[in-house]
């Protein structure tokens, strides 16, 4: 193995390999998934009620109703705005005050309430949104209500699915960039003859593959790294986040090496890469379902990477934590380097010879 | 000398081949075959029921009976949105909410079972398990001493999961309650029920999200085919076939028709498959939804023609086809989400098609009630058709 050398392929794949789409892919799926995942789903499976109110008198109830937790509010300027949008079910209901609503209220007059449900909303967010707007009108009448209500709460709350689908994101952020690129870039130079070209000059596979490797490792990391970031996922410490997703980054970087020696074209490639997914991919779902036993993500190779980054990154933990998962990570990626070793002697033998 | 052959039969000949080639790209008819598989399997998986009720538990000194005797008899005819659940004591229902208790009711019947699983209390049988998450455990005496005007303290006991509007609301209620008992009445008049609901009332029959994934399955379906036609296409401009099939009495219009008919007639045929297996056919929606689906299908042949004409490489074919298709698909994600899409999401092709197909399968209605919706969709159709046929015509006249 020749530094030299390696550093010479390095340059090459520097240079050529951002031009691959590959590349685009596996800088733009993470974002793309936080987007879709957190902003889309994050709300479908969680979604809050949503009232919407025009204020026509500056009322006590529209300042009450911004500060209940856990109620979407929107103001709108018309009532016909209001009664539109209640009605296409962008909101789940709509609450028009008067000017002089809340004195109305103070002096008896009871004034109207123009409250409108849509038809479409949840039986469930219609109670929570009528039964809240009528005692936020009780408060600003100011009587004091005849009974006092304590809330005991107990348990332990869970974390929200948008948390639990970090994993799923991490996941494609680590494989894509790790595993699928520097092994597209392998059989891409396999179809395009470059790599039978490269092997017959001192250039010997094992130093192309530590190259592809290296790459894969590097941008694994740095793509696990922004998606933590853009999931607000980084944890409280930063070397012990950095030790696992390297760790994470060198496993799938070795898993893509063995994919791309293994496959004699992108159609080979593609089909390994689909059967395989749900290997890879399976430890994911028991962190959206806690639920589930758990033991059987573990059963998984890549529970082993995963689980990691969710301690130290999601639950705060340290590396006295997981470095069990980090050395049984590692050792399977050891166990992986004769396997990728015998595959790289099969592709030099088929393409030079 | 040669036989005159009809542009038919060579056109015909093309489609043939382009079948037969399908046919033997393993890659292809696997990708197909999984997705048609996947599609169906996550569709039946997914819950086609909405839960909008909240179930609600209850203890209290007996005092309480009318009142939730009443409770129950306006419960019953209609979707209240509230479940209750009675409990012997406080205990027992903070047992069922904190999940060391579990509550079964029959699958028949009102009777109802409370295990106690570390106890060695056997699963009832016929029943099913109900979820608890929050209760209000009312008072001794909290009627009486209510409407004399004494204050007494309601507890309402709920899991740390249970989100803090429905905590809210629960408090609103209790002291809604109290209000009623002491003959507080609102210091605001009500308004007349008929004029509340906007729209059609939907409580209790809700549209699932199974049912509206419907649409999203059907534009991943034709997705799948934009590579495969792609890739086909794509394929046989950089092996330059399409120059061997020229050189025969084969013009480019002839190729071009065959590419349109192959893409049209495969994706048409899965979507058509996939969409019977979900349950979205029936006897007043079928016209309908061919409709929709012919528009789609020749829609996503003709993205795949540009898409085939632009790779250079099954990756690069891949990537311009998810560039082209992933944007296609958003209209079917935002269908899941409550409320208008914004304002992009509208212009985009396919939000008209699906705004059609959610209609027609979950919604019943007819394609009469969405022309507007089938105009634009039918000029979408005709722009982006038009331009991958352009591109195409383009490329291979380069050759």
């Not at chain 1, 379902?289 to 990691?308: G, H, R």
């Given at each position: 193995?020749?530094?030299?050398?390696?550093?010479?392929?390095?340059?090459?794949?520097?240079?050529?390999?951002?031009?691959?789409?590959?590349?685009?892919?596996?800088?733009?799926?993470?974002?793309?998934?936080?987007?879709?995942?957190?902003?889309?789903?994050?709300?479908?499976?969680?979604?809050?009620?949503?009232?919407?109110?025009?204020?026509?008198?500056?009322?006590?109830?529209?300042?009450?109703?911004?500060?209940?937790?856990?109620?979407?509010?929107?103001?709108?300027?018309?009532?016909?705005?209001?009664?539109?949008?209640?009605?296409?079910?962008?909101?789940?209901?709509?609450?028009?005050?008067?000017?002089?609503?809340?004195?109305?209220?103070?002096?008896?007059?009871?004034?109207?309430?123009?409250?409108?449900?849509?038809?479409?909303?949840?039986?469930?967010?219609?109670?929570?949104?009528?039964?809240?707007?009528?005692?936020?009108?009780?408060?600003?009448?100011?009587?004091?209500?005849?009974?006092?209500?304590?809330?005991?709460?107990?348990?332990?709350?869970?974390?929200?699915?948008?948390?639990?689908?970090?994993?799923?994101?991490?996941?494609?952020?680590?494989?894509?960039?790790?595993?699928?690129?520097?092994?597209?870039?392998?059989?891409?130079?396999?179809?395009?003859?470059?790599?039978?070209?490269?092997?017959?000059?001192?250039?010997?596979?094992?130093?192309?593959?530590?190259?592809?490797?290296?790459?894969?490792?590097?941008?694994?990391?740095?793509?696990?790294?922004?998606?933590?970031?853009?999931?607000?996922?980084?944890?409280?410490?930063?070397?012990?986040?950095?030790?696992?997703?390297?760790?994470?980054?060198?496993?799938?970087?070795?898993?893509?090496?063995?994919?791309?020696?293994?496959?004699?074209?992108?159609?080979?490639?593609?089909?390994?890469?689909?059967?395989?997914?749900?290997?890879?991919?399976?430890?994911?779902?028991?962190?959206?379902?806690?639920?589930?036993?758990?033991?059987?993500?573990?059963?998984?190779?890549?529970?082993?990477?995963?689980?990691?980054?969710?301690?130290?990154?999601?639950?705060?933990?340290?590396?006295?934590?997981?470095?069990?998962?980090?050395?049984?990570?590692?050792?399977?990626?050891?166990?992986?380097?004769?396997?990728?070793?015998?595959?790289?002697?099969?592709?030099?033998?088929?393409?030079?010879? | 000398?040669?036989?005159?052959?009809?542009?038919?039969?060579?056109?015909?000949?093309?489609?043939?081949?382009?079948?037969?080639?399908?046919?033997?790209?393993?890659?292809?008819?696997?990708?197909?075959?999984?997705?048609?598989?996947?599609?169906?399997?996550?569709?039946?998986?997914?819950?086609?029921?909405?839960?909008?009720?909240?179930?609600?538990g209850m203890t209290h000194g007996g005092d309480l009976g009318a009142l939730v005797a009443q409770f129950e008899?306006?419960?019953?005819?209609?979707?209240?949105?509230?479940?209750l659940e009675v409990f012997d004591s406080p205990e027992q229902m903070?047992?069922?909410?904190?999940?060391?208790?579990?509550?079964?009711?029959?699958?028949?019947?009102?009777?109802?079972?409370?295990?106690?699983?570390?106890?060695?209390?056997?699963?009832?049988?016929?029943?099913?398990?109900?979820?608890?998450?929050?209760g209000i455990a009312f008072p001794e005496g909290f009627l009486i001493d209510t409407a004399?005007?004494?204050?007494t303290?309601v507890?309402?006991?709920?899991?740390?999961?249970?989100?803090?509007?429905?905590?809210?609301?629960?408090?609103?209620?209790?002291?809604?309650i109290?209000?009623?008992i002491?003959?507080?009445?609102?210091?605001?008049?009500?308004?007349?029920?008929?004029?509340?609901?906007?729209?059609?009332?939907?409580?209790?029959?809700?549209?699932?999200?199974?049912?509206?994934?419907?649409?999203?399955?059907?534009?991943?379906?034709?997705?799948?085919?934009?590579?495969?036609?792609?890739?086909?296409?794509?394929?046989?401009?950089?092996?330059?076939?399409?120059?061997?099939?020229?050189?025969?009495?084969?013009?480019?219009?002839?190729?071009?028709?065959?590419?349109?008919?192959?893409?049209?007639?495969?994706?048409?045929?899965?979507?058509?498959?996939?969409?019977?297996?979900?349950?979205?056919?029936?006897?007043?929606?079928?016209?309908?939804?061919?409709?929709?689906?012919?528009?789609?299908?020749?829609?996503?042949?003709?993205?795949?023609?540009?898409?085939?004409?632009?790779?250079?490489?099954?990756?690069?074919?891949?990537?311009?086809?998810?560039?082209?298709?992933?944007?296609?698909?958003?209209?079917?994600?935002?269908?899941?989400?409550?409320?208008?899409?914004?304002?992009?999401?509208?212009?985009?092709?396919?939000?008209?098609?699906?705004?059609?197909?959610?209609?027609?399968?979950?919604?019943?209605?007819?394609?009469?009630?969405?022309?507007?919706?089938?105009?634009?969709?039918?000029?979408?159709?005709?722009?982006?058709?038009?331009?991958?046929?352009?591109?195409?015509?383009?490329?291979?006249?380069?050759?």
């Amino acid at each position: 193995m020749s530094l030299t050398r390696v550093l010479k392929v390095l340059r090459k794949d520097l240079a050529l390999g951002p031009r691959s789409p590959i590349f685009m892919y596996a800088i733009a799926l993470p974002v793309v998934l936080t987007l879709v995942l957190q902003v889309a789903f994050g709300s479908l499976f969680a979604p809050k009620p949503r009232m919407a109110v025009v204020d026509e008198g500056d009322s006590a109830i529209t300042a009450q109703l911004a500060a209940t937790d856990g109620i979407e509010l929107t103001m709108l300027d018309s009532v016909d705005e209001l009664k539109t949008g209640v009605e296409a079910n962008d909101y789940d209901a709509g609450l028009v005050l008067t000017e002089g609503f809340d004195e109305a209220v103070r002096d008896g007059s009871r004034p109207l309430l123009d409250l409108f449900i849509g038809g479409e909303s949840l039986a469930s967010s219609r109670i929570i949104l009528s039964v809240t707007a009528l005692d936020l009108v009780r408060e600003v009448e100011g009587s004091a209500p005849p009974v006092d209500v304590e809330i005991v709460s107990f348990g332990d709350a869970g974390l929200p699915v948008s948390v639990r689908l970090v994993p799923l994101i991490m996941m494609y952020a680590l494989f894509i960039a790790g595993a699928f690129m520097p092994a597209s870039s392998l059989v891409e130079e396999k179809e395009q003859g470059t790599l039978s070209a490269l092997l017959v000059t001192p250039v010997r596979a094992g130093e192309v593959l530590l190259v592809k490797g290296i790459l894969g490792c590097v941008l694994a990391f740095v793509m696990a790294f922004m998606t933590l970031l853009m999931n607000d996922a980084l944890g409280g410490a930063p070397f012990d986040m950095a030790v696992v997703l390297f760790s994470g980054a060198a496993f799938s970087a070795v898993i893509g090496m063995v994919i791309g020696t293994w496959s004699r074209d992108s159609t080979a490639m593609f089909t390994l890469m689909k059967s395989s997914g749900i290997l890879l991919f399976a430890p994911v779902i028991f962190y959206l379902f806690p639920e589930w036993p758990q033991w059987i993500a573990k059963l998984f190779p890549t529970f082993w990477v995963i689980d990691p980054i969710w301690q130290v990154g999601i639950l705060g933990k340290g590396l006295d934590a997981v470095w069990l998962e980090i050395v049984i990570a590692i050792a399977i990626s050891l166990a992986l380097v004769p396997v990728i070793g015998m595959l790289s002697k099969r592709m030099q033998r088929v393409l030079v010879g | 000398m040669s036989r005159p052959v009809s542009r038919a039969a060579i056109v015909s000949a093309i489609v043939k081949k382009d079948f037969v080639e399908f046919s033997r790209d393993k890659l292809y008819i696997f990708l197909s075959l999984l997705g048609m598989i996947f599609f169906v399997l996550i569709f039946w998986f997914v819950p086609d029921t909405v839960d909008e009720t909240i179930t609600l538990g209850m203890t209290h000194g007996g005092d309480l009976g009318a009142l939730v005797a009443q409770f129950e008899a306006g419960a019953e005819g209609s979707a209240e949105g509230l479940a209750l659940e009675v409990f012997d004591s406080p205990e027992q229902m903070q047992g069922v909410i904190d999940g060391s208790l579990e509550l079964w009711r029959a699958d028949e019947g009102d009777a109802r079972v409370i295990r106690d699983k570390e106890a060695g209390d056997d699963k009832p049988k016929d029943s099913h398990r109900v979820g608890v998450q929050i209760g209000i455990a009312f008072p001794e005496g909290f009627l009486i001493d209510t409407a004399t005007g004494t204050r007494t303290t309601v507890k309402v006991y709920a899991d740390a999961a249970v989100p803090p509007e429905i905590q809210t609301a629960m408090k609103s209620f209790v002291r809604e309650i109290a209000y009623g008992i002491t003959d507080n009445v609102l210091p605001v008049t009500e308004p007349a029920q008929e004029n509340i609901i906007l729209g059609e009332d939907r409580a209790g029959d809700q549209v699932s999200i199974r049912e509206k994934m419907r649409p999203m399955i059907s534009i991943m379906i034709l997705m799948v085919e934009v590579f495969s036609l792609a890739s086909l296409i794509s394929g046989e401009v950089l092996n330059r076939t399409v120059v061997a099939v020229l050189a025969t009495p084969a013009k480019i219009g002839d190729f071009l028709a065959a590419k349109t008919i192959y893409g049209t007639v495969l994706a048409l045929a899965q979507a058509f498959i996939v969409l019977l297996a979900i349950g979205a056919f029936t006897a007043e929606n079928w016209f309908a939804l061919l409709v929709i689906l012919v528009i789609a299908s020749v829609m996503f042949t003709g993205i795949a023609m540009a898409v085939g004409a632009a790779g250079k490489d099954f990756m690069g074919t891949l990537f311009y086809a998810m560039a082209f298709v992933l944007p296609l698909m958003i209209p079917a994600f935002a269908l899941l989400l409550p409320g208008t899409a914004s304002a992009w999401v509208r212009v985009l092709p396919t939000y008209g098609l699906i705004q059609m197909l959610n209609g027609v399968t979950a919604y019943g209605r007819g394609i009469d009630e969405y022309l507007p919706q089938l105009g634009i969709s039918v000029a979408w159709l005709v722009a982006i058709y038009v331009a991958g046929l352009f591109t195409l015509k383009r490329k291979v006249e380069s050759l």
